[in-house]
């Protein structure tokens, strides 16, 4: 079945750091990809997302590939700032309306 | 408006009573899903409304029962939980339900259940 895989958490970083969040993933297909953030105490919302091979997405400074070869969708951001502490969620979604999310990734940044 | 609202924020029950937990979109959106959330992971989902009809039950046992009285509003009413039932409650809408569709998340019902 599909599964997605993030690299385990927390992530604790300086602001300004360059921030990489690994995913990887296993579908059949073409599935579209995402990112999702979850801020502490707050449901989860769309940070961005690819639907075809090579599409990158891109938002508030991050960025994802979508990579078919590697299978991959790894999160980007230059420069952290305090405020992007949250949780964050790789997903694909292959059929319908089923996501499947990845474990989550915690990202600490610090002042 | 890309908000979905969802009420109560907080709830407390005991095993022996029924509540309902709310949800609301204004966008027009005719796909609408729960999920569970326990600490520290992912989302489940536990069912899928398309055009109002229950189209996906992911197993859940039938102590959650939902409803989708109009495409606007989706309901879960809760009956005879048990202690492991505790957890955050999402609700999320998307457009039709399509593959590449973003899904809108509410803030969340925090359930405890003693």
């Known amino acids: 079945g599909d599964s997605v895989t993030q690299m385990e958490g927390p992530v604790t970083l300086s602001e300004e750091a360059f921030l990489t969040i690994n995913c990887t993933y296993t579908?059949?297909?073409?599935?579209?990809l995402f990112w999702y953030v979850q801020y502490p105490g707050e449901g989860l919302q769309l940070l961005l997302k690819a639907t075809k091979a090579d599409d990158k997405g891109s938002n508030k400074g991050f960025e994802a590939t979508y990579r078919k070869e590697t299978t991959s969708f790894h999160l980007e951001k230059g420069s952290v700032q305090v405020s992007d502490s949250a949780v964050y969620f790789c997903a694909l979604s292959r059929t319908g309306n089923m996501l499947t999310f990845g474990g989550g990734t915690r990202l600490m940044v610090k002042p | 408006d890309t908000e979905v609202t969802q009420t109560p924020k907080h709830l407390v029950m005991g095993m022996t009573n029924k509540k309902s937990l709310k949800c609301e979109q204004h966008?027009?959106?005719?796909?609408m899903y729960w999920y569970k959330q326990k600490a520290k992971k992912p989302p489940e989902l536990m069912f899928v409304?398309?055009?109002?009809?229950?189209?996906i039950n992911e197993s859940v046992p039938s102590r959650f029962s939902p409803e989708c009285p109009n495409s606007s509003l989706l309901n879960l009413h809760l009956h005879a939980l048990q202690p492991e039932d505790s957890a955050l409650y999402l609700c999320?809408?998307?457009?039709?339900?399509?593959?590449?569709?973003?899904?809108?998340f509410g803030p969340g019902t925090r359930l405890l259940v003693l």
């Open positions: 579908a059949t297909g073409y599935p579209s």
């Open positions: 966008m027009g959106h005719r796909a």
């Open positions: 409304y398309s055009y109002e009809k229950l189209s």
């Open positions: 999320a809408s998307s457009q039709e339900g399509g593959r590449a569709e973003t899904q809108y």
